[in-house]
């Protein structure tokens, strides 16, 4: 099983700053890699695919890279809609999994 | 518009069984692959299960093999979880995930969840 490490658990910024959410994978998933936003009581939304591609409406400040093992999710410039929790799931390999999440939590 | 629909749940004493529904409109069903994705309290997000379009093919988490079932009917839109020999750590938020062509994928559609509680 891919394990996906997440970190930081816990990011406090404030509006307005850039913020950078780390996932790394325990053995390579090329560019398999999404990103998922979910707000308290809601259903996960898809961001981020294949490491870099942005899902249908997602605003540009949002933007992913990275490949094999480590990637970056990065949102230039936080909303105060965007603090919230932050997961990423890999697909390249059976059982499919997630990270444990990122928080971004007002400073 | 896609929408996602989950129903099922509820309250259940370890040892029971359940069938969760997950009703599909908005899309054809038939050419994408679903998914079972479920979130304990307070906790992160695990995938649970996942069939393939045609449902030909179904894939489970070690943690659920053998006790948990997907299916699908594409006549009525509709993905199942039949879930078997609940335990305690088996309560969550069960979410219906939409995937896409292919069985192993993103989601790019949840439904709203839908809570199950395994308790005396």
């Known amino acids: 099983e891919i394990v996906l490490t997440q970190s930081p658990a816990t990011l406090s910024l404030s509006p307005g700053e850039r913020a950078t959410l780390s996932c790394r994978a325990s053995?390579?998933?090329?560019?398999?890699l999404a990103w998922y936003q979910q707000r308290r009581g809601q259903a996960p939304r898809l961001l981020i695919y294949d490491a870099s591609k942005r899902a249908t409406g997602i605003p540009a400040r949002f933007s992913g890279s990275g490949s094999g093992t480590d990637f970056t999710l990065t949102i230039s410039s936080l909303e105060p809609e965007d603090f919230v929790v932050y997961y990423c799931q890999q697909r390249s390999n059976w059982p499919l999994t997630f990270g444990g999440g990122t928080k971004v939590e007002i400073k | 518009e896609v929408q996602l629909l989950e129903s099922g749940g509820g309250l259940v004493q370890p040892g029971g069984s359940l069938r969760l529904s997950c009703a599909a409109s908005g899309f054809t069903f038939s050419s994408y692959a679903m998914s079972w994705v479920r979130q304990a309290p307070g906790k992160g997000l695990e995938w649970v299960s996942a069939?393939?379009?045609?449902?030909?093919?179904?894939y489970y988490a070690d943690s659920v093999k053998g006790r948990f079932t997907i299916s699908r009917d594409s006549s009525k839109n509709t993905l199942y979880l039949h879930i078997d020999s609940l335990r305690a750590e088996d309560t969550a938020v069960y979410y219906c995930?939409?995937?896409?062509?292919?069985?192993?994928?993103?989601?790019?559609?949840w439904g709203q969840g839908i809570l199950v509680t395994v308790s005396s």
């Open positions: 053995q390579s998933v090329s560019s398999y």
């Open positions: 069939i393939s379009s045609g449902g030909g093919s179904t």
């Open positions: 995930a939409k995937a896409g062509a292919s069985s192993i994928s993103y989601y790019d559609n």
